[in-house]
């Protein structure tokens, strides 16, 4: 009778897991998943360079990184707290802030 082995599943490197303040006032982390939806295939002069489903919270948002057109990076979220503060100055929400420290070592975040 044959052994059955087991196989390890790894997970696409399209998808991130983050420890992210939970969606309620006392703020607990929470794990959110990141799973990468597009990636521009060649490099653009302007528009959009990535874009990530966050689930985890509430509702499921969207981040995006957009090329603009003097070769600078501009992040966008559709959660709350990025329509409405990171609409009069800059602003990065907990989701755009723990996607651009992933891979990153603590020491490098702070």
């Known amino acids: 009778m044959p ?3 087991q196989t390890k ?8 897991f983050a420890q992210v ?9 929470t ?3 990141y ?17 990530w489903d966050v689930m985890g919270g509430r509702d499921i948002y969207q981040v ?24 009069k100055r800059p602003h990065a929400c907990k989701h755009v802030r723990a996607l651009q420290t992933m891979g990153r070592p603590l020491s490098e975040t702070r």
């Open 9 to 16: 599943r790894i997970l696409p490197g399209e998808v991130y």
């Open 64 to 87: 995006a990184l957009e090329r603009e057109g003097n070769g600078g990076l501009h992040w966008h979220c559709t959660c709350a707290d990025a329509a409405y503060r990171g609409e």
């Open 35 to 51: 799973r990468m939806t597009y990636r521009a295939t060649e490099k653009q002069p302007c528009g959009c360079v990535c874009l």
């Open 3 to 5: 052994r059955k082995t």
């Open 21 to 29: 303040p939970g969606p309620s006032r006392k703020r607990t982390p």
């Open 31 to 33: 794990p959110y998943c």
